[in-house]
């Protein structure tokens, strides 16, 4: 693991927990320090856990979500139309959660969500913010109704205990030329990660999990994954989301 974050120093700010910064350290190979890296640094201080480089400064927040989680905005979201269900009580996997801004629209409308990070920098920064939207009244219940599990979905979802209804595969977009187009998330945590080049491997783990419906995250014109062609398909400005049917 010491390679892949070779380039991550792991600082404790003032306030910041030692102990999770000095495990995270530990499980990884990256370097503690009470200095900021010269690449990319996992800052734990009083205010939770960000991620610092370039620049630039990325932490998770929920809160940028709640417009787009009220009664009214959510049933207009896509994934959310696309993912209605009669099932009261609905099980949702995101085999490829990042950050989780799609899992909690699942989590919004009814579903309880598992997520699944591999990357032990975006896991970090994920369970940051739910620990945080779990102390916000607005945020609180739907933040109960997701657990993330740090970990490769391929291998994980060979043993999940109970049936989804829905799986949602979102592997990384590959990467925009023009450094300018990108977000701040986007620009460090593409340092981060790199475009899913297991695209078989994820679909079929995610087919054997036998849900009643895979729902994949494309850009609009981007190549299907794994070569799959989708039962349907659902288009929007600049993504589209192919489903695949697997019970009636």
């Given amino acids: 693991m010491s390679n892949q974050y070779s380039n991550i120093t792991v600082c404790v700010g003032k306030g910041g927990q030692r102990d999770m910064a000095e495990a995270f350290a530990r499980r990884t190979g990256a370097v503690i320090s009470d200095e900021m890296g010269e690449e990319l640094t996992l800052l734990f201080d009083s205010t939770g856990v960000s991620l610092n480089g370039y ?7 929920f809160e940028q979500m709640l417009h787009r989680l009220t009664d009214g905005r959510l049933q207009h979201e896509m994934l959310v139309h696309i993912a209605k269900t009669k099932n009261p009580s609905p099980r949702a996997v995101d085999a490829t959660a990042g950050m989780g801004e799609d899992s909690i629209l699942f989590a919004a409308a009814g579903y309880d969500v598992t997520m699944y990070e591999q990357n032990a920098v975006i896991a970090a920064l994920l369970k940051d913010a739910l ?9 609180k219940e739907i933040a109960q109704r997701m657990h993330l599990i740090e970990g490769n979905s391929i291998e994980l979802m060979k043993n999940l205990p109970f049936e989804p209804d829905v799986i949602y595969l979102d592997p990384m977009f590959p990467a925009r030329q023009k450094s300018s187009l990108v977000n701040k998330k986007l620009q460090l945590i593409q340092k981060l990660e790199h475009p899913c080049v297991e695209e078989s491997d994820l679909l079929n783990s995610a087919i054997q999990a036998n849900p009643q419906l895979i729902i994949i995250k494309r850009p609009l014109k981007g190549a299907l994954l794994a070569d799959r062609e989708p039962d349907y398909t659902v288009k929007g400005k600049a993504i589209r989301y192919d489903c695949i049917k697997l019970k009636k």
Avoid: I, V, Y
């Fill in 55 to 61: 620049g630039l400064t990325f932490r998770g927040d």
């Fill in 131 to 139: 620990r945080r939207a779990k102390r916000k009244p607005q945020l």
